[in-house]
């Protein structure tokens, strides 16, 4: 299920962005990047911090750096994961749980 999650903006106001919308989430440097198919911002979070309030059933970690929005992944190999206009590597620890979550028809 996805749900509705309110994010602080620079101004103070706070935006209200359904998770469904999250495309992925990026560490930057101490915050966190979540970019939907429109908009991108920056909160001051961490990708662990994050991962504790999004639906479980539609997120994954890849890496060290990246969250993904499962509903947006598509392509992958075994070492990398394409969402939107990025390759992004298949980190070894995280890589167990990313095939879990894929159904594959072979």
Do not use: W
Request: a neutral charge.
């Amino acid at each position: 299920m996805h749900e509705d999650i309110f994010i602080r903006k620079t101004n103070g106001l706070f935006t209200k962005v359904n998770s469904r919308e999250m495309v992925l989430l990026e560490a930057c440097g101490g915050c966190v990047r979540i970019v939907t198919p429109t908009v991108a911002y920056l909160v001051n979070s961490t990708l662990a911090q994050l991962e504790e309030i999004l639906p479980a059933a539609h997120f994954c970690r890849v890496n060290r750096s990246y969250v993904v929005g499962m509903d947006y992944v598509k392509e992958f190999s075994m070492e990398t994961v394409f969402i939107l206009d990025k390759e992004l590597a298949l980190g070894k620890t995280y890589a167990p749980r990313f095939f879990e979550r894929i159904k594959v028809i072979l």
